[in-house]
């Protein structure tokens, strides 16, 4: 409750630095905007990733259907306010389509608006049937919707089928265009953030944890299990739809297996970020998404060619050797800095001897 | 403080649905009523044709040997599985349909003979989240807890003797400390009817004294009725008021801790000689 209050002035500055980089970062070097925008990203995924996997204990591998419906949900809005869909991908992007920068701008604002909405809804339509699920069975019955997603999109003429669409492209210098698309996804990072340090804070976080340990337990203590995670998996769902709108634009491109339901790529990076630096906390994620990130930058620019390989045995020896997370780690080997300590007791007698109704914070009540 | 109003203060909102005539019954009716209950579970009888009252206000004890339907009948009265024939009523409303979290937001709740709690959370934590749900929107979903809900976890902690540990995870508590979490979870919820399920096992014997004191303080100065499934037989015949037999899945005999301490049927059924 007074956590907030608690907090030094350091942890502040820490913010801000963090917010002044990340706004300034592209200017620095112009040539990382990209790689920098897909960091974000996939800090965002695993944020997501984690309200379910981590904080819920319920291991999501379908996440990514999310991100690719509000990819395709955003392209159908931006496209058919102002041209019909299905010629515009029969032409298949061969630029007899145009729109100017105020169509541009308002197809963009209303296809994140509509990816979020048709995320979040489908989020809590498909949680009614597959909470049912427990275990690896959830995890399959996920994995399976994106599949099905992808597959789907892929046979469907309307949205392109399997050549996909291409974007309007963003009126103005391309430097610019990436330097926006960076905008977004930073801002969209921040405010998963800024939501999930709220939520967990709320009575949100203590009923999902609560599913996590226990789960009947929950139930037996009246507990609206039903309604914590059909909700939580909307809030995860509601920023990868936004997120999913985004990346399209950035990528210019989007085709159903490898842009916008890819569910080996970016389907598996979502859990091992999240592996990596520790599920089930608030920093854990990032951590792990920075550092898994990097990796698999390295990997791809020195080891051309060996890049699935390495990260391959990255994946098998985080899951076989390192499965509580850097996070984890520490708060294995320091729990006193999580204020996980036995408190002195204050001068009350022994426990347990006053009657019920003893207050032992007496001195408090009041103020 | 306050516990004993809070509950009466809630008492409208758990009744929200229209009472049955049977409702309004007088302090002195039942608050549970179990009638010709009746579990089978594959071709194995766990409960036949039982029939028991639970008082308000009062210590009832269900015993029997292992294997005698004690926590079948447990689960059937909180709603964790259907039940094959019969009838369970909760102050007088009809709870067999229902299912476990229903019950639970109604004031009946129960713990487990082998003790759940929420491992990775600290006790506080434990605690806050165990705030009656009844009355709880969806906006209730988003707030924080109020100062008095912090105080309330922390006395009852002190009351269980754990206030120390608060701000240990519950998973690293001994098994016996775990126990009186889960206990304190429970009285968190303010229920009118806590179902205990063999508190004393793997407890400390030099800590039952103290459990026993604990459960019939929160029976005096709570006000919450007890149902207790207990092995030990010093521990029940200290507590009850009313004690009820099962063995084979039937109900074998009932009435005050005296009567079924002389009761032939009782001794014979734990002596194997049924």
Same mark, same amino acid.
């Given at each position: 409750?007074?956590?907030?209050?608690?907090?030094?002035? $350091?942890?502040?500055?820490?913010?801000?630095?963090?917010?002044?980089?990340?706004?300034?970062?592209?200017?620095a070097?112009?040539?990382?905007?990209?790689?920098?925008?897909?960091?974000?990203?996939?800090?965002?995924?695993?944020?997501?990733? =984690?309200?379910?996997?981590?904080?819920?204990?319920?291991?999501?591998?379908?996440?990514?259907?999310?991100?690719?419906?509000?990819?395709?949900?955003?392209?159908?809005?931006?496209?058919?306010?102002?041209?019909?869909?299905?010629?515009?991908?029969?032409?298949a992007?061969?630029? @007899?389509?145009?729109?100017?920068?105020?169509?541009?701008?308002?197809?963009?604002?209303?296809?994140?608006?509509?990816?979020?909405?048709?995320?979040?809804?489908?989020?809590?339509?498909?949680?009614?049937?597959?909470f049912? $699920?427990?275990?690896?069975y959830?995890?399959?019955?996920?994995?399976?919707?994106?599949?099905?997603?992808?597959?789907?999109?892929?046979?469907?003429?309307? @949205?392109?089928g399997?050549?996909?669409?291409?974007?309007?492209?963003?009126?103005g210098?391309?430097?610019?265009?990436?330097?926006?698309?960076?905008t977004?996804?930073?801002?969209l990072?921040?405010?998963?953030?800024?939501? $999930?340090?709220w939520?967990?804070?709320?009575?949100?976080?203590?009923?999902?944890?609560?599913?996590r =340990?226990?789960?009947?337990?929950?139930e037996g203590?009246?507990?609206?299990?039903?309604?914590?995670?059909?909700?939580a998996?909307?809030?995860?769902?509601?920023?990868?739809?936004?997120?999913?709108?985004?990346?399209?634009?950035?990528?210019?491109?989007?085709?159903?297996l490898? @842009?916008?339901?890819?569910?080996?790529?970016?389907?598996?990076?979502?859990?091992?970020?999240? $592996?990596?630096?520790?599920?089930?906390t608030?920093?854990?994620?990032?951590?792990?998404?920075i550092?898994?990130?990097?990796?698999?930058?390295?990997?791809?620019?020195?080891?051309?060619?060996w890049?699935?390989?390495?990260?391959?045995?990255?994946?098998v020896?985080?899951?076989?050797?390192?499965?509580?997370?850097?996070?984890?780690?520490?708060?294995?080997?320091k729990p006193?800095?999580?204020?996980?300590?036995i408190?002195?007791?204050?001068?009350?007698?022994?426990?347990?001897d006053?009657p019920?109704?003893?207050?032992?914070?007496?001195?408090?009540?009041?103020? | 403080?306050?516990?004993?109003?809070?509950? !009466?203060q809630? *008492?409208?909102?758990?009744?929200?649905e229209?009472?049955? *005539?049977?409702?309004?019954?007088?302090?002195?009716e039942?608050i549970?009523?179990?009638?010709?209950?009746?579990?089978?579970?594959?071709?194995?009888v766990?409960?036949?044709?039982?029939?028991?009252?639970?008082?308000?206000?009062?210590? !009832?004890?269900?015993?029997?040997?292992?294997?005698?339907?004690?926590?079948?009948?447990?689960?059937?009265?909180?709603?964790?599985?259907?039940?094959d024939?019969?009838?369970i009523?909760?102050e007088?409303?009809?709870?067999?349909?229902?299912?476990?979290?229903?019950?639970?937001?109604?004031?009946?709740?129960?713990?487990?003979?082998?003790?759940?709690?929420?491992?990775?959370?600290n006790?506080?934590?434990?605690?806050?989240?165990?705030i009656?749900?009844?009355?709880? !929107?969806?906006?209730?979903?988003?707030?924080r807890?109020?100062?008095?809900?912090?105080?309330?976890?922390?006395?009852?902690?002190?009351f269980?003797?754990?206030?120390?540990?608060?701000?240990?995870?519950?998973?690293?508590?001994?098994?016996?400390?775990?126990?009186?979490l889960?206990?304190?979870m429970?009285?968190?919820?303010?229920?009118?009817?806590?179902?205990?399920?063999?508190?004393?096992a793997?407890?400390?014997?030099?800590?039952?004294?103290?459990?026993?004191?604990?459960?019939?303080? *929160?029976?005096?100065e709570?006000g919450?009725t007890?149902?207790?499934i207990?092995?030990?037989?010093?521990?029940?015949?200290n507590?009850?008021?009313?004690?009820?037999?099962?063995?084979?899945?039937?109900?074998?005999?009932?009435?005050?801790?005296e009567?079924?301490?002389?009761?032939?049927?009782?001794?014979?059924?734990?002596?194997?000689?049924?």
């Amino acid at each position: 409750m007074n956590e907030t209050s608690k907090r030094s002035p $350091l942890v502040w500055v820490l913010y801000g630095a963090i917010l002044v980089a990340g706004a300034l970062a592209p200017m620095a070097f112009p040539a990382y905007t990209n790689q920098m925008a897909v960091l974000w990203l996939m800090i965002v995924f695993a944020l997501t990733w =984690d309200i379910l996997g981590g904080q819920m204990g319920y291991n999501s591998l379908g996440n990514i259907f999310f991100f690719g419906a509000g990819m395709y949900v955003s392209a159908v809005i931006q496209i058919g306010l102002y041209h019909n869909v299905s010629e515009y991908t029969d032409a298949a992007g061969s630029g @007899v389509y145009t729109f100017t920068e105020t169509q541009y701008f308002t197809g963009i604002f209303l296809g994140m608006i509509g990816a979020a909405i048709f995320a979040t809804i489908s989020a809590f339509i498909l949680g009614m049937v597959l909470f049912g $699920l427990r275990g690896p069975y959830f995890a399959i019955g996920t994995l399976g919707v994106a599949i099905a997603a992808g597959e789907l999109t892929g046979a469907w003429d309307w @949205v392109g089928g399997g050549s996909g669409i291409s974007m309007p492209t963003f009126p103005g210098h391309p430097d610019t265009g990436k330097y926006f698309f960076y905008t977004l996804m930073f801002a969209l990072a921040v405010s998963v953030f800024v939501f $999930l340090k709220w939520l967990y804070s709320t009575r949100f976080g203590h009923a999902i944890n609560a599913i996590r =340990d226990d789960e009947e337990k929950a139930e037996g203590m009246g507990i609206h299990t039903n309604r914590y995670k059909r909700l939580a998996w909307s809030f995860s769902a509601f920023f990868l739809g936004i997120s999913g709108a985004i990346f399209g634009n950035m990528t210019g491109f989007i085709e159903p297996l490898e @842009v916008a339901f890819p569910t080996i790529t970016f389907g598996i990076f979502m859990v091992v970020m999240v $592996l990596l630096g520790g599920k089930g906390t608030l920093w854990g994620p990032i951590l792990g998404a920075i550092i898994f990130h990097a990796i698999k930058e390295v990997t791809w620019t020195y080891m051309l060619g060996w890049q699935w390989v390495a990260l391959g045995f990255l994946i098998v020896v985080i899951v076989v050797y390192f499965q509580q997370g850097i996070m984890g780690w520490i708060m294995d080997k320091k729990p006193e800095w999580f204020g996980l300590t036995i408190a002195q007791l204050e001068a009350q007698g022994a426990a347990g001897d006053g009657p019920v109704s003893s207050d032992p914070a007496e001195g408090r009540v009041g103020t | 403080m306050n516990a004993p109003d809070a509950r !009466t203060q809630e *008492a409208p909102a758990v009744r929200a649905e229209p009472p049955t *005539a049977a409702g309004r019954q007088a302090d002195s009716e039942p608050i549970i009523t179990v009638r010709g209950v009746t579990k089978t579970f594959g071709g194995v009888v766990a409960n036949h044709n039982i029939s028991l009252d639970v008082a308000r206000g009062q210590i !009832t004890g269900l015993i029997g040997p292992n294997g005698s339907g004690k926590t079948t009948l447990f689960n059937s009265i909180v709603g964790y599985h259907p039940i094959d024939a019969g009838s369970i009523t909760f102050e007088g409303r009809e709870i067999s349909r229902m299912r476990v979290q229903q019950i639970a937001r109604l004031g009946l709740l129960r713990t487990f003979q082998q003790t759940r709690i929420y491992g990775k959370m600290n006790c506080v934590d434990n605690m806050l989240i165990s705030i009656p749900h009844r009355k709880a !929107t969806v906006l209730d979903m988003f707030a924080r807890h109020s100062r008095e809900q912090l105080e309330r976890a922390e006395r009852l902690l002190h009351f269980v003797g754990l206030y120390e540990k608060r701000f240990l995870r519950a998973g690293d508590l001994s098994f016996g400390q775990q126990k009186l979490l889960e206990f304190a979870m429970a009285l968190m919820n303010e229920p009118t009817v806590l179902l205990l399920d063999e508190p004393t096992a793997g407890i400390n014997p030099t800590l039952i004294n103290g459990l026993i004191d604990r459960l019939k303080r *929160a029976n005096t100065e709570l006000g919450i009725t007890l149902l207790i499934i207990e092995h030990n037989m010093r521990v029940i015949m200290n507590m009850a008021d009313t004690i009820y037999c099962l063995a084979h899945g039937e109900l074998l005999a009932s009435g005050t801790p005296e009567e079924i301490q002389n009761d032939q049927r009782v001794i014979d059924a734990y002596l194997g000689a049924h």
